[in-house]
């Protein structure tokens, strides 16, 4: 009871010495809170939703970009580690960015991540309404698909609106689920249903161009990197996690860690069990992990894995639309963005920011439903997400370059000490390159959204951001603390530890 105290007295400190006073429930232990960013990285939706890309465009061998890009977002993950270990303040991106450089950083790079947070979950409900179908039983069109996605993202706003502890139990559920579906089915796979050689892992199998791999497993790296966003979401939730400082930092790291494992095991599994690679590789067969599934576990373990496979969906929508909340929570704590007074107000039962849900969901849905109306606008706003997020994520990596420049010196109990400079530099550096892969136009013969989608839809949102900006002045409506991180510490009565485990 002394510690539970204890630690309650120095979170409430820690946040007071930040200029905020939180009234969130503190009930999401570090299980929990990681749990919530697995099920949002969510390598099964991942894995599942983009391997027949990524099979076509760099056969086997992209099993290895998985490890790669693992490897670049754990770097990332650590620099967010020590932002988030000295400021644990609900809404992730944005305050994170106001405290390292500046108000004006921060609401575009908040601004870009709430709009790839809406695309994300309007292309997850999509992409998961398929599986949905298939799990029922039943055919329907493209409206009866749009139907069930929306119907889905009514479900889980609904469920998160219920409260923070509810939202730890589903999350801890499906985070479960997922990781012995991914152990299970993976396992399985490669020990009774495996039909190629190890040795395809090396084998270019003719692809690339002019006879160089390389491009083509550039091209084919993209599918993993949609797989490893997710433990920023940990830090969304730093007012409703004990010992926050502590705790997110390594729960983002256990999010890359269990994640990456998840993520590359599922994917190799089903390399390695492809009947037919030629087929999957020439694109005749549209769909390889169905195939792949049901040559293995027959029609009756098919539905099951699907099964699985939508509590990962479920799962992963509920953690998305939490994130996106508490961002517009903080957003309008700080009254950043229109209506900031309801959308941080919190519901005096659940304790949770019952208008910001409503608005995480209600976006989103509208953008699926306009899928029917404007179907190739919607795909080029779709596309956009994940280049959005890495986008917004590079923000705050190099307000960190800009802060360390100014003398920051992370007083978190998480830092990086002597590696600080080194892994911030490494993970810029990865974060770019990884954005110029993501957008770059290989597909001529293609719709241009293919090719263009992605960069277009970038330069809408930092557009529309800085007309909102410009218009409206968000930034001056509230004279809350900003680029102060090199001066932070000076104020910060806690005591810290240096921690890399």
């Not at 270990?85 to 921060?106: H, N």
């Not at 889980?156 to 609106?161: F, G, I």
């Not at 920023?232 to 990456?260: F, H, N, Q, V, W």
């Not at 994917?267 to 769909?287: F, H, W």
């Amino acid at each position: 009871m002394t510690t539970k105290a204890t630690t309650a007295e120095r979170d409430s400190a820690q946040l007071e010495a930040l200029g905020y006073d939180s009234k969130f429930d503190r009930s999401m232990s570090l299980w929990s809170n990681f749990a919530l960013g697995f099920t949002y990285l969510s390598p099964v939706v991942g894995v599942y939703t983009v391997f027949a890309f990524a099979i076509v465009t760099g056969g086997p061998p992209m099993f290895w970009s998985y490890l790669f890009v693992g490897l670049g977002q754990l770097l990332v993950a650590l620099v967010f580690g020590e932002i988030v270990s000295q400021f644990p303040i609900a809404g992730g991106l944005y305050p994170w960015a106001r405290r390292l450089v500046g108000k004006r950083w921060a609401w575009m790079a908040g601004w870009v991540y709430l709009c790839a947070l809406c695309t994300t979950i309007a292309a997850v409900a999509v992409g998961g309404a398929p599986y949905v179908a298939q799990l029922l039983g039943i055919k329907v069109s493209q409206g009866g698909e749009v139907a069930i996605a929306v119907a889905m993202i009514v479900g889980t706003t609904a469920l998160n609106v219920s409260g923070t502890k509810l939202l730890a139990r589903v999350a801890m559920f499906g985070f479960i689920c997922e990781l012995l579906g991914a152990v299970v089915v993976g396992s399985y796979l490669l020990v009774v249903a495996r039909h190629q050689s190890f040795r395809v892992l090396f084998q270019s199998s003719g692809l690339g161009s002019n006879g160089h791999y390389f491009p083509a497993f550039l091209a084919s790296s993209v599918a993993a990197m949609f797989c490893y966003y997710g433990f920023e979401a940990c830090g969304d939730l730093a007012e409703e996690t004990p010992d926050a400082g502590r705790a997110i930092p390594k729960a983002m790291r256990m999010t890359i860690y269990i994640g990456g494992f998840a993520a590359m095991l599922v994917c190799l599994a089903l390399v390695l069990a492809i009947p037919d690679l030629n087929a999957a590789l020439s694109g005749q067969d549209a769909d390889p992990v169905t195939t792949t599934l049901r040559a293995a576990v027959g029609p009756i373990g098919l539905r099951a894995v699907i099964a699985v496979v939508m509590v990962s969906f479920f799962s992963c929508l509920i953690s998305l639309e939490a994130a996106t909340s508490r961002l517009l929570y903080s957003y309008g704590r700080d009254r950043m963005i229109f209506g900031g007074a309801q959308l941080s107000t919190l519901s005096k039962r659940t304790r949770v920011p019952v208008i910001a849900l409503l608005v995480a969901g209600t976006v989103p849905a509208c953008i699926a439903i306009a899928g029917l109306f404007l179907e190739e606008m919607i795909k080029t706003i779709i596309v956009f997400g994940s280049a959005g997020i890495y986008v917004a994520f590079q923000m705050i990596v190099l307000g960190a370059l800009i802060a360390r420049a100014k003398g920051w010196k992370p007083s978190g109990e998480f830092r990086l000490g002597v590696w600080a400079w080194p892994v911030n530099l490494a993970a810029l550096t990865y974060g770019v390159l990884a954005i110029i892969n993501m957008v770059w136009p290989r597909t001529p013969q293609d719709p241009w959204y293919r090719n263009y989608g992605m960069i277009v839809g970038t330069m809408a949102v930092v557009a529309t951001g800085l007309f909102y900006a410009v218009l409206f002045r968000p930034y001056d409506r509230l004279d809350a603390p900003e680029g102060d991180a090199h001066l932070a510490h000076l104020d910060m009565p806690l005591p810290v530890e240096s921690s890399l485990d």
